[in-house]
């Protein structure tokens, strides 16, 4: 029993693909389902890729198709006799998928990469053409391509797999989440605070505050976080951190502008980590009199020396960076254990006198409450407190030097924002428990039997500190920084938890700044610093830019005002974190479908707060900081937008304009039409728009800003290579609008006629309102050229009637040039490839010179006759092409100058408007636009119309009141009454001369010879039609003449279009009448509107 895939297989004797079958010649299933007829459903032909099954395929082929597919045999793959052309386990598979003959790709990774990709080659699927197209043209197909294919192989993969085996050979060093972000987010969020400033913090708002302080900058960083999370998770992470993470999420504007600001802010962040650390020493120093200088210069000095270190640790590479990360997380971590162990070893008289009383909950009572002093409350401690807690982003800074930066920087950068912020609660707990505010350090300041005390915790541990609320003390939370040194089981393990934990931040921010700046000058947003992009040795080190770095941190150490630069740099990183809230915001906003971050424990409006809660605190901290902040944001931000970099990377603004626009379009849908806003939308038949400048120039005059703009082509012949011509141009012509500075969209359409392309457009261009009402042609000037048995001289009249159909207006513009420029484009592009050739050979003779330079006095001779034949050559080709440039430019200077008139401002002048009929009043509201431009602001506007001659004066008072109702400002109103008055004799012979080509005579000739005429040339002009339009035709040449006597001087001339009825009027006679017309006139628009109202004079 044989069943088929396709039961109509045998039904298409045409069909080129191969048939496979499948023939089940087990006897015992045969007799099985012959059984079961009629009792059990029907069962379908199901391919196996089983061992069993591979024995039972053979091939039937279609009806005359074993011929080709033995060519295919034969040319496609040399079999072996052995093999069948089907079996699914040998090379000779074809083209695999699913074990039939088709070139379909099975869903791979390798065709959803970059070209560029790090981690993979990119692949290319087979397009749809190919797909769509018959197999045997698909069918020569190499050997070993077909057998790697056959495998699940590709060219592609196996360089993938040299690449990393390459990487693998190299060394590259990829971290995973602990050592690459969880450490270096751990190490950059405990800073030197902990230790020298939390127990003041704790102090001066007690445990209860103390601790909200704490959480609300927790709260920021783990919205933050949050927000980072879904963002890395949406998408492969590359190098950059949080400029990565921006620009590709808002775009290059907002991420161009931060990047920058956050790569700086790094930059300072070295200078004022490494301070901190140098001051310590310098007081080390300074306790054992070992000064080298003075205090200020000693740490200039200490400064200098260790950014050197810091930098060289640096250069060495990640591999040396990360290992003294781990060292210094260690030291910091028994710093802090150390801490801890302190608290519960019993105290001594001396730690008493300085406060220290273990845990007591007297002492945890009294320090709960709030005691600001000094002038301090809630938000300046908190300002103070608050860069303590930043740092979340040193994991992501390094995103490109992580194995997985999709899983390791959200669980590494929560991990850490979890520990730390547990450490901090704690400390500040175990501070307050234990350490009383004010304590005056002297061992004899016991309370003594019988005096009176003040009631304080101290009081009743049997300690009297009273004399601190008179006059300062030096010990307790409020006074002493070095609590935490004094309470720990050793001292010293505190000072090296400060030195760990500051060089542990310089040393990450010295390697965030590099790697960020590195990103921002890859992406080649600002042109000037593209030098800092280049990378060095296996991890692509950004070498120049550590050096950029290191000269930044130096300059602000020796410059040693870091108080002062410090608010501004704590706003940089929170402008930072304003815009990852913000990002992952506006990516939820959009709704865009590439939006599918794996991190699902985010919200869009908690994002949204997060992004206020940041800009808030930017405030809070220091109000002029944050105005500077934003200033210097915005004053980037403009100008990444004024420069346009030329990057695509699909950001949330893009997909919010979308949203926007199709909002924007379907409330336009509600909105009911009013002849107060109508405009000008218009579909221009320009062709390719490189290509009729001219035409496009003018529409795009009385729509830029104001109306709709399409420049359309209609493609005509085979329709494969039409469709294909089509979609292989529609970008490159929308980009040619583009950097044009054209307002207009460009749309094609592939058809079997021009008639039927040009109707679908007119039906079918446009979206909802903003649908085209006015359709512009230029004249065809080359009509009586044009072969009736193409017919094409018949659509182009019949697309007057196609376009009245459709209730459109009508615009016929003619310049005398005409609007065709293609065949300067060809020879412009000719010249261009004559230079490049005349370039590329002076560059080989002078690399030839060279070469033969090298060998002697012989050389020399040689060189010298090369050089001298170059020279003949070289002014042969210059005469050559100035003589091309010459022809060409005495051929077509006046066809150039035309294509480029409406680019021009125009001199003071005069419009002249022939308002002879009404058509709704399209054509004065098409000049009236005209005039409000700037490059027509200077022309007047002067009214020509038809009337009787002794009503001139009249009509002149009713055409001005009309317009002034219409608010339309006018230099002059003429009234024609001599329109209709026959034309001069040499004007009409003109006309029958030029209509005598396509006219039938018929009246000369007997009835069965003119109806035989009549029959094999209907498009004659007939003597009949000739005599009923004598009059319509008398007025079109006496029209001619009036325009030539009143309207030669004027810059523009745009009169009403007459109408041929349809059926009525032949092709012929109408363009005669149109030629007649426009003949020797400036340039002139032939106006029609659909006789619909677009002006009112009604508020």
Request: net charge neutral; charged share 20%; hydrophobic share 40%.
């Amino acid at each position: 029993m044989s069943m088929n895939n396709s039961p109509n297989v045998f039904l298409d004797p045409n069909a080129n693909r191969f048939q496979v079958n499948i023939i089940n010649e087990s006897h015992d299933n045969n007799e099985t389902s012959q059984e079961d007829v009629g009792a059990d459903p029907p069962h379908y032909e199901e391919t196996s890729f089983t061992d069993e099954a591979h024995n039972r395929l053979t091939i039937s082929y279609r009806p005359g198709k074993r011929e080709l597919y033995d060519n295919f045999l034969q040319n496609g793959e040399k079999t072996e006799a052995s093999l069948h052309p089907y079996d699914t386990h040998t090379k000779m598979y074809y083209l695999q998928t699913f074990g039939h003959n088709t070139v379909d790709p099975v869903p791979k990774i390798d065709y959803y990469r970059n070209t560029g990709s790090v981690s993979g080659n990119k692949l290319s699927r087979p397009s749809l053409l190919e797909i769509h197209e018959q197999l045997a043209k698909n069918i020569a197909v190499s050997t070993g391509s077909a057998e790697r294919v056959a495998n699940g192989e590709s060219s592609a993969g196996d360089e993938t797999a040299v690449s990393k085996e390459e990487e693998n050979k190299t060394g590259l060093v990829k971290f995973g989440w602990v050592k690459g972000v969880l450490v270096r987010c751990m190490l950059n969020i405990w800073g030197v605070m902990l230790f020298i400033r939390l127990s003041w913090i704790v102090g001066q708002a007690g445990i209860g505050l103390g601790i909200i302080v704490i959480g609300l900058s927790v709260v920021v960083t783990t919205l933050t976080g949050i927000s980072m999370s879904a963002i890395c998770t949406n998408g492969v992470v590359r190098g950059g951190g949080a400029y990565y993470l921006i620009s590709r999420s808002l775009g290059p504007e907002f991420g161009g502008s931060i990047g920058l600001i956050f790569a700086f802010a790094n930059a300072v962040a070295v200078a004022m980590y490494v301070v901190g650390f140098a001051e310590t020493v310098v007081e080390l120093l300074k306790e054992s009199a070992t000064l080298m200088v003075d205090e200020s210069n000693d740490i200039r000095i200490i400064g200098t020396i260790t950014v050197v270190c810091l930098l060289g640790i640096s250069v060495a590479g990640m591999e040396w960076e990360a290992k003294a990360q781990v060292i210094l997380l260690i030291v910091l971590l028994v710093a802090i254990a150390n801490f801890f162990i302190g608290t519960v070893i019993p105290t001594n008289n001396e730690k008493k006198a300085r406060g220290f009383f273990n845990y007591q909950a007297s002492i945890f009572a009294e320090n709960f409450g709030p005691d600001f002093r000094s002038g301090e409350g809630f938000f300046s401690v908190f300002a103070i407190f608050f860069p303590a807690a930043t740092g979340i982003l040193a994991g992501a800074n390094i995103s490109g030097d992580l194995k997985d930066p999709q899983g390791a920087i959200p669980k590494g950068t929560m991990l850490a924002i979890l520990i730390t912020t547990v450490a901090y609660i704690g400390v500040a707990i175990c501070a307050a428990s234990c350490v009383v505010r004010d304590a005056t350090g002297n061992i004899n300041d016991t309370v003594v039997p019988g005096m009176s005390c003040n009631g304080s915790s101290a009081c009743s541990l049997g300690y009297d500190f009273s004399r601190c609320a008179s006059q300062p003390c030096d010990y307790g939370l409020m006074n002493n920084f070095q609590v935490m040194s004094m309470v720990s089981g050793f001292g010293p393990l505190i000072t090296a938890g400060i030195f760990s934990a500051t060089l542990s931040s310089a040393l990450a921010s010295l390697v965030s700044a590099p790697k960020v700046f590195q990103a921002l000058c890859k992406d080649n947003i600002y042109k000037g610093l593209h030098f800092f992009a280049k990378g060095y040795g296996k991890n692509n080190e950004p070498i120049r830019g550590y050096v950029l770095t290191f000269v930044i941190a130096m300059a602000f150490i020796l410059i040693a005002e870091l108080n002062t630069i410090a608010p501004i740099i704590s706003n940089f990183f929170l402008a930072s974190y304003a815009l990852i809230n913000f990002s992952c915001f506006h990516a939820s906003y959009a709704k865009s479908p590439g939006w599918r971050p794996a991190f699902r424990y985010y919200n869009m409006w908690v994002s949204l707060f997060g992004a206020l809660l940041c800009c808030g605190v930017m405030f809070v901290i220091n109000w002029w900081a944050a105005l500077i902040t934003y200033a210097i944001e915005l004053f980037l931000y403009i100008y990444v937008t004024y420069k346009k970099p030329e990057v695509n990377w699909g950001s949330s603004t893009q997909a919010l304009y979308y949203i926007n626009a199709l909002d924007s379009a379907l409330a336009l849908t509600t909105v009911e039409d009013h002849v107060k806003n109508f405009r000008p939308q218009c579909i221009a038949l320009t062709g390719a728009p490189m290509i009729r400048p001219a035409l496009l120039d003018i529409t795009h005059t009385f729509t830029k800003n104001n109306g709709l703009c399409i420049c359309c082509e209609v493609y005509t012949g085979p329709r494969k290579l039409c469709v294909k011509e089509m979609n292989s141009g529609m970008a490159k012509k929308q980009d040619w609008l583009t950097k044009n500075k054209r307002k207009a969209f460009y749309a094609a359409v592939a058809a079997e006629s021009f008639r039927d392309g040009v109707k679908s457009l007119l039906q079918a261009s446009g979206l909802g309102r903003m649908k085209p009402n006015t359709l512009v042609i230029g004249f065809k000037k080359d009509w009586r050229n044009a072969t009736a048995t193409q017919g094409y001289l018949f659509f182009f009249f019949f697309l007057f009637s196609d376009a009245f159909d459709f209730e459109l207006g009508m615009i016929i513009v003619r310049i005398s040039q005409g609007f065709d420029i293609s065949q300067v484009l060809q020879v412009q592009e000719e010249l261009e490839k004559l230079e490049q050739e005349r370039l590329a050979l002076e560059a080989t003779i002078k690399e030839n010179d060279f070469e033969e330079g090298k060998s002697g006095i012989c050389g020399f001779f040689r060189k010298a006759s090369t050089l001298n034949i170059s020279k003949h050559e070289t002014k042969k080709e210059s005469t050559i092409n100035t003589i091309q440039s010459m022809h060409v430019g005495e051929f077509n200077q006046k066809l150039l100058e035309a294509s480029t008139q409406f680019k021009k401002k125009q001199g003071k002048g005069t419009i002249d408007i022939w308002w002879l009929f009404d058509d709704g009043g399209l054509t004065i509201l098409i000049p009236y636009i005209l005039t409000i431009r700037k490059k027509w602001k200077n022309c007047k506007l002067r009214i020509f119309t038809g009337g009787k001659v002794n009503r001139i004066e009249e009509e002149k008072l009713v055409m001005a009141s009309l317009l002034s109702k219409f608010r339309i400002k006018f230099a002059d109103i003429n009234i024609i009454c001599d329109i209709n008055i026959k034309p001069h004799k040499e004007s009409w012979k003109f006309f029958e001369e030029m209509i005598e080509p396509y006219r039938l005579h018929e009246s000369c000739k007997d009835i069965t010879t003119a109806e035989k005429l009549k029959r094999e040339t209907p498009w004659k002009i007939t003597d009949a039609e000739l005599e009923a339009f004598k009059e319509k035709s008398y007025r079109q040449v006496r029209l001619n003449e009036l325009l030539q006597e009143h309207s030669r001087a004027a810059n523009l001339i745009v009169l009403s279009l007459p109408v041929a009825r349809k059926g009525v009027v032949s092709d012929y006679l109408y363009m005669a009448w149109l030629e007649i017309l426009s003949k020797n006139l400036p340039p002139i628009l032939m106006v029609r509107g659909n006789h619909k109202n677009v002006l009112t004079f009604y508020s």
